[in-house]
């Protein structure tokens, strides 16, 4: 809820990675069954902060996911199937968790996933001993499904918007709300959204896991210049001429060390 997904996904993936070495030794367990429940829960939230945190539409896309992708949230090949998995025996909700636009499949989807993956929540109130009989113990759920499901309409076209952008160098925004189906003032509305929800709270390496700073997550930067949108990609470029000659120079101390040892006789 404190909207930190890309270090959700990589610490659920750190304990689910921990799981899936283990699977023998958890079988075995007096808490198998328990164990095998908590791991589909964090598949579930896996799948939500994937969702949210604009990965799986970059990577539809054929691009880097949240500040890279797949590859820098860290979510390894095996766990995203065995996630994907979990989620379509629930009744297919990884389709409907990423549909473009909210609608009722979406929110069913969302609602499902939080209602079996996420924590108890506790109301900070003591409930009026005098009114009927209610159910209070799900007030604290409902409360907190409606503030999770008004973040998830927040994002509402934020992910086809995107990746219009992912597609342009330049686009007025005549023409990019032509391709959104909205009017211009919506158009540059939604676009200051999406600058607002790029931004999300990182880590900081070396801190406690409280400590975190602002950072941009998504790859694409663009300034609006009147009504044309200049979009500027600002990908990292990989370099890999360092890496080759760091294994070079491995390889002749290897080299190096082999031929300097002495071959002992055999007795």
């Given at each position: 809820?404190?909207?930190?997904?890309?270090?959700?996904?990589?610490?659920?993936?750190?304990?689910?990675?921990?799981?899936?070495?283990?699977?023998?030794?958890?079988?075995r367990?007096?808490?198998?069954?328990?164990?095998?429940?908590?791991?589909?829960?964090?598949?579930?939230?896996?799948?939500?902060?994937?969702?949210?945190?604009?990965?799986?539409?970059?990577?539809?896309?054929?691009?880097?996911?949240?500040?890279?992708?797949?590859?820098?949230?860290?979510?390894?090949?095996?766990?995203?199937?065995?996630?994907?998995?979990?989620?379509?025996?629930?009744?297919?909700?990884?389709?409907?968790?990423?549909?473009?636009?909210?609608?009722?499949?979406?929110?069913?989807?969302?609602?499902?996933?939080?209602?079996?993956?996420?924590?108890?929540?506790?109301?900070?109130?003591?409930?009026?001993?005098?009114?009927?009989?209610?159910?209070v113990?799900?007030?604290?759920?409902?409360?907190?499904?409606?503030?999770?499901?008004?973040?998830?309409?927040?994002?509402?076209?934020?992910?086809?918007?995107?990746?219009?952008?992912?597609?342009?160098?330049?686009?007025?925004?005549?023409?990019?709300?032509?391709?959104?189906?909205?009017?211009?003032?919506?158009?540059?509305?939604?676009?200051?959204?999406l600058?607002?929800k790029?931004?999300?709270?990182?880590?900081?390496?070396?801190?406690?896991?409280?400590?975190?700073?602002?950072?941009?997550?998504?790859?694409?930067?663009?300034?609006?210049?009147?009504d044309?949108?200049?979009?500027?990609?600002?990908?990292?470029?990989?370099?890999?001429?360092?890496?080759f000659?760091?294994?070079?120079?491995?390889?002749?101390?290897?080299?190096?060390?082999?031929?300097?040892?002495?071959?002992?006789?055999?007795?």
């Amino acid at each position: 809820m404190c909207r930190r997904y890309i270090d959700a996904v990589k610490v659920f993936c750190y304990f689910l990675q921990y799981a899936q070495r283990n699977k023998h030794v958890i079988a075995r367990s007096s808490q198998a069954d328990l164990t095998k429940r908590r791991i589909d829960q964090m598949r579930g939230l896996l799948g939500m902060a994937y969702v949210l945190s604009g990965a799986s539409n970059a990577a539809q896309n054929g691009g880097g996911g949240a500040d890279g992708g797949r590859d820098s949230t860290l979510i390894d090949e095996g766990i995203y199937a065995e996630m994907v998995d979990t989620l379509e025996k629930m009744g297919d909700r990884w389709r409907g968790m990423r549909a473009a636009t909210p609608s009722a499949e979406s929110d069913a989807a969302f609602s499902s996933v939080f209602q079996f993956a996420a924590p108890k929540f506790l109301t900070v109130c003591m409930p009026n001993f005098e009114a009927p009989r209610a159910d209070v113990h799900a007030a604290a759920m409902a409360l907190q499904l409606r503030q999770f499901l008004a973040e998830v309409h927040s994002r509402a076209k934020i992910n086809e918007l995107y990746s219009y952008l992912k597609l342009f160098t330049s686009i007025s925004v005549s023409k990019l709300a032509l391709f959104l189906k909205i009017d211009e003032e919506a158009t540059q509305a939604l676009l200051l959204k999406l600058v607002h929800k790029s931004r999300q709270q990182r880590w900081v390496a070396g801190g406690s896991p409280a400590d975190a700073a602002w950072a941009q997550v998504h790859e694409v930067h663009f300034t609006l210049q009147r009504d044309v949108v200049v979009v500027a990609d600002q990908r990292a470029q990989k370099r890999f001429g360092d890496f080759f000659i760091r294994q070079a120079y491995r390889l002749h101390d290897l080299t190096q060390d082999c031929k300097a040892m002495k071959a002992q006789p055999r007795r």
